[in-house]
Structures are given as C-alpha cells and as structure tokens.
C-alpha cells in the first residue's frame, strides 16, 4: 500500500468539510451588509458594542477566510496548516453555538434576558437555521474536521511550486474581494430580504380588515316565503318592489373575510402629522407607482446621494408623471425635521417609528443594503431595487 496515497475516504471528507466552508464564505460575501448586522447582532449580545465599529471590516474579512480555507482544504495546499486552522474554527463556532443554543432554551424556558442571536448567519442570509439547529450542524462538521486533522500526515499536498501556490491563494483572496466589494457598492446578487423583487407586501406588512355584510330577512305573511336580501341589494330596488309588503323579521351579519394581523404589522409609514400611510401607499388598489428611498440613518446617509442630479430627476419625474415619492428612516421625528430643514430636503421622508430592543431598526435597514436605496412598489409589489450608486438605472427600468 502505498503510504503517500490519501485514503478514498479521508478524500471524501476532506472534500465535504472543504465545500461547507466554501459556500459558506460565498454566501456570506454575496451580502456583506447583511454579515456586518450579524456581527452588530454578536457584540451587543456579548455585551461589546464598542467592536461594533469593525462589523463591516469582519464581514469581509471572515468571508474571505472561510473562501480561502475552503480553496486550500480542496486543492491540498499545506494541508498540515489548513487541516489545524479548519480544527481551531469548528471548534470554535462549536462552543459558540453551544452557548447561544443553551442561552435561547433558558430565554425560552426558563425567562431569561439574555439577549441572544437568534440567527448565527452561519451561511449568510442564504439558509436560516435555528441556534440548536446550527449547533448540530456543528456537532457533525466537526467529526469530519477531526478525522481530517488526525490523517493530516496521510494527505500529501499538491504538487505545487510554492509561487503556484501562493498565486492560488492570491486568485481565491481576489476573488472573494471583488465579489463582497461589488455587493457592498450595489446590491446582493441574490437578494434574500421580505423586500425582494416580486414581494407582495401586503402579505406580511397590511392586517387583513374584517369585511362583514349584512343581510335583512323578511317574510311574505300571506305566503309564508322567507325572503333575504343584502344592504346593497335593498339600494337598488324599485319602489313597488313587493318586499315593501313583507314583515320584517330581523337581520345578521355574515363574515366575507376575518381580521388577520399582519406578520411586521409593527410597519409604519408615518408622516410629520403621524398618520401612519402605509395602508394607503402599499395597496393592491393603488395604481399609483410608489418611489420609496430607504434611508437606514440619517446621520449616516451618503449625502451625495442625495445631492445627485439622478435622484433630483427622479423626484421630478415622480411630480409630473403621477407617481409618488417619498423617503423612509428610522431616524425620530425632531431629527426628520431638522434634516430636512439642514439640508433642504425637496420632498417628504416618512418615520418607521418601530425599535426592537435586541435587533434595533431592522424594518429599514433589512429592506435594502444601501444607504440611501430606492425600492419601487407598484399595487403592493415590489417591482425594482437600486443602490445609491445605481440612481441612473432607476428610470431605465
């Protein structure tokens, strides 16, 4: 037997454990806004809201790591040094996941408050799992990774010069860059969000009414010939309609459609008098097209984006061609106000006045990863997504 052949089966895993974190580092480099959330979500949760500065530099950073490892596990290059830094990892997000899966069943169980990530992003935005569900995801990679680490003697490297070997490694760094760059100039290539294209809002973000009719029965006292008849239908009859002779019995109500609340029901569009527009604007019955341009923060909108000829074009396109315009922040009313005063702002932004306590504003800053960003809405469907930087596609569309 020749000792310098790797096992089939030692292959077999290698492979395994070398795709899991290939395609985990893409599909976290295809939204690294999305990833960068993810670490905010961590460092508030472990109580280090001061790291939350280098959220956006770990979610670039943690992708290409993930990427690289993935490349060097698959094409054998230094296998020995791969082989304990895959160990050191999995054994890492094992004890991690361990504690947020226990954390959550004592938040459950038990009330505790420990503000615990309920999604690792593990796999970006691209698979949700649970925290137990994640830790025994964990609990199975790490049997591979193990076995891999202990015939790390067994598996013999590429044959490679160490220059081949470093341009493989410089290819796969690039690579994973240019991808989470592009993402994080633009959008998501694949965008996972409740505001995608072809979304209804309505269905997560408008209650259903309860629609109810009534119904008037009388009865014919000659004939006995019960007879009932609708609000509407009562309209619309004629004056020597023979129901004007009948007796009057009583009346019900029948229910067409009940009351359903809806799922982010906790939406709103308010304005500066706080009516809350949202039904009105997100409506399968409005035909007007509706421009909506997200802003996360206004402390930390790209004001250049805003002076841009492409969004001024926009909102004048908007006046004169029956479409509405308006933006959206989490920023409070006083400070709306005094930016749109500050700055001269042409039109009107709109508060989504809701704060979840463990994940913050998330209802505009999940929309869209960009800060500003247009989504359009059309009866109630989301029909066109862009990044500031891709203003001068939005009429072109």
Known sequence: MNANKEPIIIMILRIAIACVFI??????????VATSYTFDDYFFSFHLSFFQIFSTFAAFVMPMIEFVLGVMM??????????????IMMAFFLLLTAWLALAEHLEKNYGYNLNVVKDCGCFGTEVKLTNFQT?????ILIIPTVIVFFYRKRIPDVRMTALGKWVVFGIACISCLILEAHCYRHLPLKDNSDWKIGTDLTEK?????LITKSVFIYQD??????????????????????IYN??????????????????????TMEDKDNNDLKSSLI???????????????LDQTEMEALQDDDLQEIIQYCKTHD?????????PRVEIDKFVKDNKIPFEILCCSYFDVAKGPYFVRDAIHSNPGIIRVEQGKVTGKWAWRDFDDVLDD
Request: aromatic fraction near 12%.
């Open 23 to 32: 395609y985990s580092g893409i599909a976290k480099a295809l939204d690294p």
């Open 74 to 87: 698959l094409v054998k290059i230094n296998i020995k040094l791969t082989s304990s830094l895959y160990l």
């Open 135 to 139: 830790f025994m995801k964990n609990v």
């Open 205 to 209: 973000y408008i209650d259903q009414d």
């Open 221 to 242: 006292t000659a004939t006995g010939e019960v007879v009932k008849i609708t609000e509407e239908e009562m309209a619309e009859l004629p004056d020597d309609s023979p």
């Open 246 to 267: 009948m007796e009057y019995v009583s009346d019900e109500t029948d229910t067409i459609q009940k009351f359903v609340r809806a799922e982010n029901y906790n939406f």
């Open 283 to 297: 409506n399968k019955k409005n035909k007007r097209p509706l421009y909506l341009l997200f802003m996360q923060d």
């Open 323 to 331: 479409c509405d315009f308006y933006g959206l922040t989490n920023t």
